[in-house]
């Protein structure tokens, strides 16, 4: 990942900037300052009402208002400079979701809205290791995504796909077709768990649960690879595309919680065999019509040799949007 604030030099005073994009309809820019601060800036349209009210507490990082009513600036200065990645991952993320607003004060409001969601995400203590559940998640989900994702519709798409980090209903959206995962290791029981009513619930036309079997690999097995080399060799894969697949990427690495820490490198696992199931009329699942009012939260298991019926071969078909 590339660090955006090394192509800025350090001012003697005041602070040097780079405009992220001037297709944007806000005026966002990296910026650097005379103690070397890394600065993020968006220029706030006269038209929004964002005020002091709409700044939230960011962990490690300072959020201020400056200038005149006529010219008020957004200003995000990051802490301790060694955290330039989530920092990175933060202003990205803003950029990208406040794109889809139609003008500055729409955009204003998407960014204010991502602004709560990374208040709610950095509270939570980092550098600890996620727990074997969501571990063994991630890793199905990056499998997923480099095949059959990344083999079919290329690395770009791939990553665009990946909806989970952001706490989406289902963990993948594939034009059509929505696909929530599911990885079990080969000791676990012939079941999958399924945590809400909504996950196997969508919108789309299509639903397909996958379930994939991850089991305790010797390193030197074929195929045998830890969390750390798992995401290694998706960023591998990444340095021949753009460098904002490469930034999405990043940005989704970040929400999941994950970090290249040293228990990573621990267990050592292979990708046993991966199940395709639509889920159409008949399959066994909870939704929300289903559920007696009054009840709002569900959690259930499926036993997986009842989904023998909904088996498919391949989730993606000719018709799929090229």
């Known amino acids: 990942m590339k660090n955006p604030w090394d192509k800025i030099e350090k001012p003697g005073a005041k602070i040097n900037v780079l405009r992220v994009s001037a297709a944007h309809p806000l005026a966002l820019y990296w910026g650097k300052d005379a103690f070397g601060a890394y ?55 803003l950029t990208r979701a406040s794109a889809e607003g139609e003008n500055g004060d729409a955009a204003m409001r998407i960014l204010s809205r991502r602004l709560a969601r990374w208040h709610d995400f950095l509270k939570h203590p980092r550098g600890t290791a996620l727990s074997e559940a969501k571990i063994k998640g991630f890793v199905g989900e990056l499998l997923f995504m480099e095949n059959p994702l990344a083999g079919k519709f290329g690395w770009g798409r791939a990553v665009s796909f990946w909806k989970g980090p952001e706490n989406a209903p289902q963990d993948f959206a594939v034009f059509d077709t929505a696909v929530e995962l599911k990885c079990q290791t080969g000791s676990s029981r012939p079941s999958v768990e399924i945590t809400s009513a909504g996950q196997l619930d969508t919108q789309l036309p299509r ?6 079997t991850v089991a305790a690999a010797d390193e030197k097995a074929d195929g045998a690879f830890t969390p750390n080399i798992l995401v290694k060799r998706v960023r591998d894969a990444l340095e021949t595309e753009p460098d904002d697949v490469s930034d999405i990427f ?3 690495l970040f929400q999941t919680g994950y970090l290249p820490l040293p228990e990573y490198d621990v267990k050592w696992y292979r990708l046993f065999s ?22 709002s939260n569900v959690s259930y298991q499926i036993n997986i040799a009842a989904l023998a019926p909904f088996a498919r071969e391949n989730i993606f078909t000719t018709e799929t949007p090229p």
Do not use: H
């Open 207 to 212: 639903l397909f649960l996958v379930i994939q």
């Open 39 to 93: 600065l993020f800036i968006a220029e706030i349209p006269k038209e929004t009402s964002f005020g002091p009210k709409d700044l939230p507490a960011l962990e490690g990082i300072k959020i201020s208002l400056a200038g005149t009513k006529d010219a008020l600036k957004l200003i995000f200065t990051l802490n301790d400079t060694r955290d330039w990645g989530m920092f990175k991952a933060l202003c990205f993320d």
């Open 274 to 295: 991966t199940g395709f199931y639509e889920v159409r009329d008949g399959f066994p699942r909870l939704t929300a019509d289903k559920i007696p009012d009054g009840i």
């Open 250 to 252: 990043e940005t989704l």
